[in-house]
């Protein structure tokens, strides 16, 4: 029994060794099967996913096959960031009313030393200076043509910083047609290119195509929305300043002109 035992013992680990074998070597080759047969390709490596660095690192390469419609969007970007820039500098509040001007101004009158309001504002160019300058050198006109004429002065300055920022809006309009005359240029070229291969090319091209040439769209949204936001913001900060200045004027008016003339009736 003892022999029995050991001999199927033996013949276990025998079928075993062997199924072993048989799963880690290479299936054979069948006898009629040519010498010459190519081996089987080893399975496709799956790609790695693609990082943030190495989106960030392949960008400028991205955008140079969006062709000439990305140079062009490129060179509108710098331009609106050269005009959001000049905004910045020079839309600020003390070159439209400075703070403690119309007070000073105000005392100044007080005491009658009207040369030296002038020089006041000469020292202080901004909107505002000009407007209480050109208020002490028609002072004796009556108050509705010099209210008349400095609603001009005003407004006309006004104007001109929310036309210095139009040109944003000009950008951001134009930056998603741009992209989207790239990518309907690139799409054409690229049904010719699937047309050319026949009807069973590789559907690789057709995606390669239009993942490319959708870059123009993606950088036109991209340029276009900040300088829209860019824009509007702007234009509101030109408008809350003119209201300010509109509401210093009208006190430096009411408290000049007419006690002036209640006290001359």
């Known amino acids: 029994?003892?022999?029995?035992?050991?001999?199927i013992a033996l013949l276990l680990s025998i079928c075993i060794g062997s199924v072993r074998a048989q799963d880690g070597a290479p299936a054979a080759a069948p006898a009629n099967a040519p010498a010459s047969a190519p081996a089987a390709a080893p399975p496709a490596k799956t790609k790695a996913p693609t990082t943030i660095f190495g989106a960030i690192a392949s960008a400028p390469g991205k955008l140079m096959e969006g062709g000439w419609t990305v140079?062009?969007?490129?060179?509108?970007?710098?331009?609106?960031?050269?005009?959001?820039?000049e905004r910045f500098v020079h839309l600020r509040r003390k070159a439209v009313t400075p703070?403690?001007?119309?007070?000073?101004?105000?005392?100044l009158w007080r005491e009658g030393k009207f040369p030296e309001i002038v020089a006041l504002c000469e020292r202080t160019p901004s909107t505002l200076g000009r407007i209480i300058k050109f208020i002490v050198l028609h002072k004796s006109n009556p108050l509705t043509d010099v209210s008349?004429?400095?609603g001009d002065i005003g407004g006309r300055e006004m104007r001109q910083h929310i036309q210095?920022?139009?040109?944003?809006?000009?950008?951001?309009?134009?930056?998603?047609?741009?992209?989207?005359l790239g990518t309907v240029l690139g799409?054409?070229?690229?049904?010719?290119?699937?047309?050319?291969?026949?009807?069973?090319?590789?559907?690789?091209v057709l995606a390669h195509g239009i993942s490319k040439f959708l870059i123009c769209t993606g950088v036109g949204l991209f340029i276009a929305v900040?300088?829209?936001m860019l824009y509007h913001y702007f234009k509101l900060r030109s408008t809350s300043m003119m209201h300010e200045l509109e509401e210093q004027v009208d006190d430096l008016l009411h408290g000049w002109f007419l006690k002036r003339e209640s006290f001359a009736a």
């Open 164 to 180: 210095r920022a139009y040109p944003l809006a000009v950008v951001g309009m134009i930056e998603p047609l741009l992209g989207l």
């Open 71 to 85: 140079a062009m969007q490129l060179l509108l970007s710098v331009l609106a960031g050269a005009y959001a820039i």
């Open 187 to 204: 799409m054409m070229e690229t049904f010719a290119a699937v047309a050319d291969a026949g009807a069973l090319g590789d559907a690789s």
């Open 226 to 228: 900040p300088c829209l």
């Open 148 to 150: 008349r004429a400095i």
């Open 99 to 107: 703070d403690g001007l119309a007070e000073r101004a105000d005392a």
């Open 1 to 7: 029994m003892r022999v029995v035992a050991v001999g």
